[in-house]
Structure formats: C-alpha cells, structure tokens
T-cell receptor
C-alpha cells in the first residue's frame, strides 16, 4: 500500500532539546495530520492541518502544511520524557477520508 | 471526545481457525469505518474501508475472502480473519468517521487488537 516518506526514522535527544521531523509525498493531499502512538495503543491525533501554508500549534507542538501540499513538518520544543513514542504523519485526499500514513519517527528522550 | 472501542484487545488463536474483531463507535454514529494492519515497528497500512450497509472496499493486495468485513450498523464494524495463519499475526486497528465534522478531524481510532496465530 501507499506510504508517505517520513524522516528521520528514529532519533535520540536530550530532555529539553527541540525536535523536528518531516513528511514528504509524491502526491498532493488536502489535509495533513500528525499522530503519536504509544506501544500497543492506537494513534492519538496531535495536530490537523487543512490549508497549504498553514502553521498550527498545540502546546509545545508546531506543525506546518507545505505550500506544495506534498509535505509537512512537526516540531516539538523543549522535549520531555513523556514525548517518547512513535510519531506518524498522515495525508488525506479530499472526499475520500482515507488516511495514508507515514513510515513513522521513533523518538527517544534521554533525561 | 469521541470514543472508538475494539474487542478483543488481545486474542490468540490456532492456525486454521477464524477470529472476529469488533470495532464500535461508542458515542457517535459512523457511516464509515476503516481497518488498518500494523506489523511491529512499522506503519499503519490501510486494509479496507467499511461502509454501513454496503460491501467493503479493499485496498490493493488485501484478500477480501480472507479478511471479511461487515458493517451492519452505524456503530459497529467487524473484521473476521478467516483460516488464520501465523503470518496474519499483527496489530489490527480500526478507525471511525464521525458525521458532520470537519474532514481530517473526523476520524477516531480504536485502541487496537493484537492477534497472535499459533
């Protein structure tokens, strides 16, 4: 099945550092979303983006919908240990409601 | 927020048997539900789109006769893995689309169901 390319694949960071990850696609999407998944659980929505160029924040999280509609990034500022997990981007094509997920970024925070 | 519940959360079955996983929207009506499969350390792969009262739409490469999907009501979809084999062992996650909300923010995920075929 189709997947979005997400990078980095994994990262170790020190507590307090900022984190950045991005997602790229060969296809255009009308909506981009970012999810966090803890082991053995379903994904939880962090941020939803609906317009090209849109920049949205949710606490320490900031995400942007790329102008070309083919990419998005997620930033986490001042990371804390509970930020550990797998982060997935997802793209949605208008009218289908089908979510295409990225390959995931595993984040590990060192206290 | 909206809640989607999956049952069972974990199931172990013998090779060759069938297993049913339920996906329920607890406090909203869902005309569309989606079934995903996730292997360890991998991403979620969409298997099929389940529409209430009609046949499911399967993604390319997903065997519809092996993964039977039934969406009999606005709050329940079931995935039945027929004649399960060890390679079917995986984490199965459903999501449900809530009516009347903005696209992109309308999908709610279940907690997932671990299937182990021995």
């Amino acid at each position: 099945g189709q997947q979005l390319n997400q990078s980095p694949q994994s990262m170790f960071i020190q507590e307090g550092e900022d984190v950045s990850m991005n997602c790229t696609s060969s296809s255009i999407f009308n909506t981009w979303l970012w999810y966090k998944q803890d082991p053995g659980e379903g994904p939880v929505l962090l941020i939803a983006l609906y317009k090209a160029g849109e920049l949205t924040s949710n606490g320490r999280l900031t995400a942007q919908f790329g102008i070309t509609r083919k990419d998005s990034f997620l930033n986490i500022s001042a990371s804390i240990p509970s930020d550990v997990g797998i982060y997935f981007c997802a793209g949605v094509t208008s009218g289908t409601y089908k979510y295409i997920f990225g390959t995931g970024t595993r984040l590990k925070v060192l206290a | 927020g909206a809640v989607v519940s999956q049952h069972p959360s974990r199931v172990i079955c013998k090779s060759g048997t069938s297993v049913k996983i339920e996906c329920r929207s607890l406090d909203f009506q869902a005309t569309t539900m989606f079934w995903y499969r996730q292997f360890p350390k991998q991403s979620l792969m969409l298997m099929a789109t389940s529409n209430e009262g009609s046949k499911a739409t399967y993604e390319q490469g997903v065997e519809k006769d092996k993964f039977l999907i039934n969406h009999a009501s606005l709050t329940l979809s079931t995935l039945t893995v027929t004649s399960a084999h060890p390679e079917d062992s995986s984490f199965y996650i459903c999501s449900a689309r809530a009516l009347g909300e903005r696209e992109g923010n309308t999908i709610y995920f279940g907690e997932g169901s671990w299937l182990t075929v021995v």
